[in-house]
């Protein structure tokens, strides 16, 4: 059986007629053949294992349909303002910072810790620094004959604490004289409900700049209201690009990886983007209320030695992300705050609970649980209110409402693209 998610949008393949035909009429039939050029635009793919797989996940989709995507990993925000605007949100922190011996220090245990995720990266996903080029009308108007369209998405990327705003609706392609390219997103979030993190100067923009997309997409059920009561356009509701996937597709990375399939067999998997005593007792207490052991997918506390990290770095070390997909999918049962957390457990069939982290933003749990009727699913104050259903979900509802959404989303990419 395929695991293919997508059917290829049109065939690379010509006839032997076609071929044989004269140079003039065979070189612009030949690059007619060639997949068009796809840029995704998306957050910074640090040590984010939802927002590394949401990147791997939509060029995956839109590879299938028979393009050519490549992520770009420039920041859209010009170099000068991105470090005013972190010296004036963080001075006490550079001050800190100021110790070369420090800096060293942070910058090498901070490479050797996210090595997997950066090796993953590299592996599987095509990425470029093209928007930085993008500085002069020379380099804009080679962005716009190297690429037919670009897309935003997805993840957090139209929320201003995380994101350039108006950089990541896509400013940099205004100046560009003549025909600009497509411009589309697809599942992008404000994280928020509302724009209060944006500055009335962004709001305004943003505004302007999203009437020049052909179509767009956003995550949360919140973000087609913005969309329609902030800026006055259409949006349709999408699922995150990990779950346009099949899920075979993350057991195919597992397998041909060097990690054992099922390291969380008979374990309660627990992957806390933030402590707080609430979560800690609800880890014991589901732990001893399922028989289970817990098993913590990140560790906990940063050494603050580079001799402490050398002593056992193996504990401080992130797990790869084919490890990260292999302890979900083989997990008795998982524990989250976090959205992809929440999303792999459905795509998996895990049964699940989740602290909708407010910090990060809560009407993203919400819309996601509420897609497939999982709202349960929430951690009450206390374990005695917890629903019984998060243990045995009907997993058969859920997969037919997210075979739809699949089909929705994919049918949104044909079109648009």
Known sequence: MSTSCVRP???????????AEGNESHLPRYRDRVPPRVLITTLPLHANYGGILQAYALQRVVRDLGYR??????????LLRRLRWRLLRHPSRWLRRLSPAR????????????????????RNIETGSFLEAAGTPRGRNRLAR?????????????????????GQFLEVLEPIRGERPRRISFAASFGLDDLAEYSEHDRTRAAELIHRFAAVSVREASGVRICRDEFGIHAERHIDPTMVLHPDRYLELVATSRVAPTPAAGRMVVYRLDDNEHLASSVRGLSERLGLRSLDLLPSGRPESWREYARNAEHHDLPSVEQWLACFA???????????????????????VVFANEKRGASRFESLLGVFGLEHHVVPRSLDALDERVFAPDWNAVNAVLEEERERAIAYLEENL
């Open 9 to 19: 949008r049109r065939s690379c393949n010509r006839s032997s007629q076609d071929t």
């Open 69 to 78: 995507p490549v992520t770009d990993t420039s920041s859209p925000k010009p």
């Open 103 to 122: 800096a060293d220090r942070d910058w090498r245990i901070s490479m050797r810790v996210t090595a997997p995720l950066r090796a993953f990266v590299a």
């Open 146 to 166: 190297r690429f037919r369209t670009f897309v935003v998405g997805s993840d957090q990327v139209w929320r201003a604490a995380y994101a350039h705003v108006p």
């Open 330 to 352: 083989s997990a008795e049962f998982v524990i989250t705050d976090s959205f992809h957390g929440c999303a792999f457990s459905i795509l998996f069939n895990r049964p699940f």
